[in-house]
């Protein structure tokens, strides 16, 4: 995460402008071509790429004080490899690819702050790596569930987003992980409501 106090003071003499989108609104399709970075000022965006069959999946949810579209900033071919949408009521600071890149020249504590950033995103993107890999929906699940009780230290797992969103994050469709998550419950695995999943054994 990149402190945003620290970055109204880097950003002085750098060009960048400030972007207000509505929850859901489209900031970036798949396939664009893209020439600046983007900070999350307040709100969040989520990436997301879409199968043959038109099935989307979510990529990284981006928050406060995260970056994206950084990854391309250093590329010659900037195409966007997924689209990003405004999850909620958001803004975005837009600076230059070659401004970006500036800044990590001239500024240390910037430069520090950012490679502390992508090494923690590189965490999260092995945890995406290894749910997304797993063989089936119910070891999805399971993968998930176990992972968020090393979290919490329990066995009830309270869920901060929609059965919709869930399953979104884990790459699977709504009705396929109703399915799996009622089986589930019959074979006395889980019990789980709209707010929580309980792990049975």
């Known amino acids: 995460m990149v ?11 750098v060009p960048y402008k400030n ?19 983007g900070i999350v000022i307040s709100g969040s965006v989520l990436i997301t790429s879409s199968t043959i069959d038109g099935f989307s999946f979510e990529i ?14 250093i590329l010659s071919k900037k195409i966007l490899p997924g689209s990003i949408k405004a999850e909620e009521n958001s803004e975005i600071m837009f600076i230059n690819n070659k401004d970006f890149l500036k800044l990590l020249l001239v500024n240390n504590i910037f430069l520090m702050n950012y490679l502390k950033y992508i090494s923690l995103r590189n965490v999260s993107h092995q945890y ?3 749910l997304l890999g ?11 569930l176990k992972e968020e009780m090393k979290k919490s230290k329990s066995k009830v797992i309270y869920l901060n987003m929609t059965k919709e969103k869930l399953a979104l994050f884990l790459g699977l469709n709504r009705p396929s992980l109703s399915r799996e998550l009622q089986r589930m419950k019959s074979e006395g695995l889980i019990d789980y409501d709209l707010h929580k999943i309980v792990y049975l054994k």
Do not use: H, M, T, W
């Not at 402190?3 to 003499?13: A, S």
């Not at 929906?137 to 993968?143: G, P, R, S, T, V």
């Open 19 to 37: 972007i207000c989108f509505k929850k859901n609104q489209d900031i970036y399709l798949e396939g664009d071509i893209i020439e600046e970075i």
């Open 3 to 13: 402190e945003i106090d620290l970055l109204k003071d880097v950003i002085i003499n």
């Open 134 to 144: 797993q063989p089936s929906i119910k070891e999805k699940i399971l993968f998930y």
């Open 128 to 130: 995406r790596i290894k």
């Open 60 to 73: 990284q949810r981006i928050e406060k004080g995260e970056i994206f579209a950084d990854s391309l900033a």
